[in-house]
């Protein structure tokens, strides 16, 4: 279904991040889920979100993976602190020596793969990863698809072909091009605020590792932006990026740093997924689990466009976001609509479907009750269709 919307655009978006499920609370029916994080227990999701690239919005998922790590066996009882360590170094090399397709980075070469069979070949994809999809093996694919380009967040100062020149060294002795304001969105670690980034670029050739057979170098663009003026106590902005996008000019590195500031959507829709449709909750045998996931993962991906299109176009249509027995039902269950349906007003009504209380009306929606609404409404269309048919 996405892959047919976003066949009508000449370029689209497609963010890619990895999220952990937490169901280390489930204490029977533990088959199937394995080891996250810091001593948790659940699943691991990957999704690649479709974006439109003019004004950032939602247009659904291309891709989702769903896995679970296995559990690491049990030390050996007595275990000396040496006989530890050679397990342990054992085990590290094993990894290392894993074929590249069963390790779990590979979900970004595997991403850009799928959705290239998936989408029209009118249609170019521009992959968004941050810093984990920073792998040379991210690049060396690249320049085997016809219609797929990428812009990656740096993790790594690498050695550039020429005279073992690194990475960050190049961009810093590159001219301030321009500046740029972009409006940063709330993280975990900073709240929402704007910023002046001081902008250099310019061609640049990463070396390609000894692992690889064809040694020739992968040619792409960097972006460097550095934070002017960062307020105090804040941490300042810094990203390299790196792209297959040709930044000719300013107004192309302009736009890969607008694109890429897109790339907190996907963080946006993992946090719908969780404190909205409260994935974790759930309790369930692992296989069930994996079903329910696929079904909260279109509602996750409908609640955001919801959200972003009432937070930056709230006077919009609201069939814009609603289909006609949708718009129907909400002026059947709520009297006096105003003559013009809005965006604004048909959140509003979702929301008091899920409890929103119209005496609090200045009191900003909250996640959970647009999703309590939505899954009310869906009921009620269902009601609707099921009276009409007896």
Not at 292 to 321: C, D, N
Not at 377 to 382: A, P, V
Request: hydrophobic letters at 40%; one cysteine or more; aromatic letters at 8%.
């Amino acid at each position: 279904m996405t892959a047919e919307t976003v066949g009508e655009c000449d370029v689209v978006l497609c963010i890619g991040d990895t999220t952990f499920l937490d169901y280390g609370s489930i204490v029977a029916k533990t088959e199937g889920y394995g080891p996250i994080g810091k001593g948790g227990n659940g699943l691991i999701l990957h999704s690649a979100l479709a974006i439109e690239p003019n004004h950032g919005q939602s247009l659904g998922l291309l891709w989702q993976k769903l896995w679970n790590r296995q559990p690491k066996p049990k030390p050996p009882l007595n275990e000396t602190p040496t006989q530890k360590k050679q397990r342990q170094t054992a085990a590290r090399k094993e990894a290392q020596n894993r074929p590249f397709e069963q390790k779990e980075s590979y979900k970004w070469v595997q991403a850009l793969t799928t959705v290239e069979s998936l989408v029209s070949q009118q249609t170019r994809v521009i992959h968004v990863f941050d810093r984990e999809g920073d792998i040379t093996e991210v690049f060396a694919q690249l320049r085997q698809l016809q219609h797929t380009g990428a812009i990656v967040r740096a993790a790594h100062n690498r050695s550039l072909d020429s005279d073992s020149e690194r990475l960050w060294s190049k961009l810093e002795a590159q001219p301030i091009s321009f500046e740029q304001q972009l409006e940063l969105p709330q993280t975990q670690k900073r709240p929402a605020r704007q910023t002046k980034l001081a902008i250099r670029f310019c061609p640049v050739n990463l070396r390609t590792p000894y692992r690889f057979d064809n040694r020739s170098p992968l040619p792409v663009y960097a972006v460097y932006a550095t934070e002017v003026d960062c307020p105090e106590g804040e941490t300042p902005v810094e990203w390299m990026l790196l792209t297959t996008q040709v930044i000719a000019d300013i107004e192309m590195a302009s736009m890969v740093l607008r694109w890429y500031s897109y790339r907190w959507r996907v963080e946006e829709y993992h946090k719908i997924f969780k404190s909205g449709c409260q994935v974790e909750k759930y309790r369930l045998a692992a296989e069930g689990m994996k079903t329910l996931i696929g079904f909260l993962s279109v509602i996750a991906v409908e609640l955001l466009q919801l959200t972003y299109l009432h937070r930056t176009q709230p006077w919009a249509p609201a069939i814009e976001i609603l289909n006609s027995l949708e718009l129907r039902i909400l002026k059947a269950k709520f009297p006096k609509p105003p003559k013009v349906l809005t965006v604004s007003w048909a959140v509003e009504a979702i929301a008091r479907l899920g409890g929103y209380l119209e005496h609090r009306s200045k009191t900003p929606i909250g996640i959970q009750v647009l999703w309590r609404g939505w899954l009310k409404l869906h009921d009620l269309c269902e009601g609707w269709q099921l009276a009409k048919q007896t």
